[in-house]
Structure formats: C-alpha cells, structure tokens
C-alpha cells in the first residue's frame, strides 16, 4: 500500500509541497506530473487522490480506514477515474467519457479526481477536448495528467495546470528496491548505475542475458590482464557472437566504463565506491599494473568507441580499435 513516506523517499521535494498545499487547502485543479518511467507519479497520483476524498483525513495524511480510502486502495473507487492509451493513443472518445461521467454528482462524495496516464499520447482532438474541460474547474475536481515527455504536451494544457517534476531515482534508491525484490547484489549494483528508471532496472535484472553479459565483460577484462595477445583472436568468436545487435554492444560498452570507472576508483583509493564490488581483488591487481594515467585512457577510448558506434562505424572496427587501445594499458 503506497503512502506519503514511501513516495517520500524517492520524491521529497514533490510531496513536501502538495502536502503543504493539500494543508493550507490550496490543491490545484490540475496538476502535470512528468518524469521518466519509474519515478513513482503513479503511486504519488494515488495517494493523492486518497488524501483528497479520504472522510477522516488528518494533518494531510489519509486514514486508510474509511470506505474512500480503502475503495481507492483496491482500485474501485466511483469517482477516481483512470484514462491510460487505448492501443496506441487516447482518443477523443475516451475525454468525452470521462466528461460525460463528471457531468454527474460524485457517487460518495461532491468530490472526484481523474488521472490521464501517459497524457501526451491524447490525439490532437482529444487535447483539444480535454482543454476545454480543463478551462472550467469544478471546486471539487483535480484533474492528474502524468507523462514522459511533457513538451508533447499542449502549450495551452500546460498553461492551465502546475507542472511537477519528478527527479530520476538516485542509484541508492534503485539498488535499495531492487534489493527488496531479492536480485542480487553484484547484479543490482551494476543495474542501478546504468539506469534512473527502477522498472527499467528491474527488467534488466531479470533478464538471463543481463548477468551472461557482465559476466562476458568481466572475462574480457581479464584477458587485457591476463591474456592480451589472446584477445583480438577471441574478440569475433566469443564476445562479438554474443554481443550482435548494437543495442546490446552499447550495453557492453556502458559495462566497460563502469569497470574502469571502478578501476580509476581504486586508483584514487575509494574502493566504497565500485560498482563491481564482488571484482574487488580483480580491479586491484589490475590497478598494480596500469597507472592512473592509463585507466584515464582507457575511459576516453571507451567513451571514443561509444560515440563511433553511434556513427554507424562497423561493429567489428570499433571493437578492435577499442581492444587494441585497451591493451595498451
């Protein structure tokens, strides 16, 4: 069950000023809540609209005993209504339905809320409908229009609303959540420093091929160490095979960077700091034979590669280059 604690600790700044307003009794009639995929407007739009319809509210916290609070926890509440993309778009039907149910008086109460889930995938028309309905508030209607990419919006819709952003998950709060959800440590940890998006690390976690690939890249780094003479020999074989789409070498590229990134951690002797912390012993002997200049070389080349494999550079080419830079070091 969500709560202003729980949206608290990944939003502070957005609930520290609806619960502000929502005391002072000073609500918007509309609110724009944008942020990436992840950053809990859903959850922050829920509590909300519980706090707003809650019988027994207190100190801008909802009872979670009255019939309000717990409809709206088991997500069959009358007068909360929820619009999300009919296939590919909202459509003007979907607005002029939701219209026409706030037509009505509230079936609980005088008070109702609406939340437009991806809201900047309303078709032209249905925008234009729902400005309409955003131009005459009722005194006792919120109107919650959650998004990814809030300049898709309508000028005129963002004008007659308050646009709150919602902050990518720190790292620590990734890693804390993916815990909780018993990944596994050296997984989580390295999931959290590519992503501020929790679903989208959560499903990086599970997929088999995740933890294939860092194992993958682990052993390429090795082989620099141990093996460099090996490594162009295997480079087609075993890591090019694995890593055959692009979006798959950007992976193994954003991998990389984070282990030099590490290395140049324990270079600078923060070891608290390393992502691939179950390494540990690895990153140190490696750091014993290349110096600090090295590993910053190693970074600019592997950031080098990152930016020609965007320029349509054969695969093949980028990572040879990049292999024979690293070997260097």
């Known amino acids: 069950m969500v709560s202003w604690e729980e949206c608290s600790k990944t939003q502070p700044r957005v609930v520290k000023l609806l619960k502000n307003s929502i005391r002072k009794q000073r609500l918007a009639h509309a609110y724009i809540f944008e942020g990436a995929h992840g950053t809990g407007k859903m959850a922050t739009a829920t509590v909300l609209a519980k706090t707003f319809l809650c019988r027994n509210s207190e100190d801008g916290n909802p009872c979670e005993s009255c019939s309000n609070c717990k ?7 009358p007068d909360v209504h929820i619009i999300t993309p009919d296939g590919q778009n909202i459509k003007i039907d979907q607005i002029r339905g ?25 078709t032209v028309q249905a925008a234009n409908s ?3 309905f955003l131009e005459e508030p009722g005194n006792d209607t919120i109107a919650l229009l959650l998004t990814e990419q809030v300049h898709r919006l309508l000028d005129t819709i963002r004008s007659r609303a308050q646009t709150l952003t919602f902050s990518p998950l720190p790292p620590q709060g990734i890693l804390e959540k993916l815990l909780q959800d018993d990944i596994p440590k050296p997984v989580a940890m390295l999931a959290s420093s590519l992503t501020s998006d929790y679903a989208e690390a959560l499903e990086i976690c599970r997929e088999e091929w995740f933890a294939q690939a860092r194992a993958k890249v682990i052993q390429l780094t090795e082989d620099l ?47 608290e700091n390393v992502v691939f912390f179950d390494q540990l012993q690895a990153l140190e002997q490696q750091a014993l034979h290349t110096s600090q200049k090295k590993t910053g070389e190693a970074l600019q080349a592997i950031l080098t590669a990152q930016a020609r494999l965007r320029s349509n550079v054969s695969s093949l080419m980028v990572m040879e280059q990049l292999v024979l830079r690293l070997r260097e070091g």
């Open 98 to 122: 939701l219209q026409k149910e706030f037509a009505y008086s509230g079936m609980e109460s005088s008070k109702k809320v609406y939340i437009i889930e991806h809201a900047d995938k309303m």
């Open 71 to 77: 409809r709206i926890t088991s997500g069959n509440h």
């Open 225 to 271: 160490r141990l093996r460099p003479d090996y490594c162009l020999v295997v480079l087609q074989d075993q890591y090019l095979s694995f890593f055959k789409e692009k979006d798959q070498l950007r992976l193994a590229l954003n991998l990389l960077l984070i282990w030099y990134r590490d290395l140049l951690s324990i270079h600078l002797s923060n070891s």
């Open 130 to 132: 729902l400005l309409k």
